[in-house]
């Protein structure tokens, strides 16, 4: 069964920094492309980034410039960080795949302050 355990999550100051950790349970986790969404209250969950099996990143518009997405094939994690972070950063973080996904995990929340 695959999981996700989502962590590095907390309180930001806007115009800082947030680096956010994905540990995956999963044998096949080298042949999967990985994906960071997002869900901010009242809102539906989106992609913010997504990172190929072959390290290849692609970015959500309104990140694009100042996140990076990273993965570890060996300790099977995926990173995410995203500089000069603002209010609408705000939301619960989660991780999945993004061309078959699988039940989410709790996420970690992102709360930014003024």
């Known amino acids: 069964q695959v999981q996700f355990a989502e962590s590095g999550g907390g309180l930001v100051q806007a115009g800082g920094s947030l680096r956010l950790a994905c540990a995956v349970s999963?044998?096949?986790?080298?042949?999967?492309?990985m994906g960071w969404y997002r869900q901010a209250p009242g809102k539906k969950r989106e992609l913010v980034a997504q990172?190929?099996?072959?390290?290849?990143?692609v970015y959500g518009d309104f990140v694009r410039g100042r996140a990076t997405i990273s993965r570890d094939n060996d300790k099977k994690m995926v990173y995410l960080q995203i500089d000069r972070v603002n209010a609408e950063d705000a939301a619960v973080y989660y991780c999945?795949?993004?061309?078959?996904?699988?039940?989410w995990g709790p996420g970690t929340q992102v709360t930014v302050s003024s």
């Open positions: 999945n795949r993004p061309e078959s996904p699988v039940p």
């Open positions: 999963d044998s096949q986790f080298t042949f999967y492309n």
């Open positions: 990172i190929t099996s072959d390290d290849i990143p």
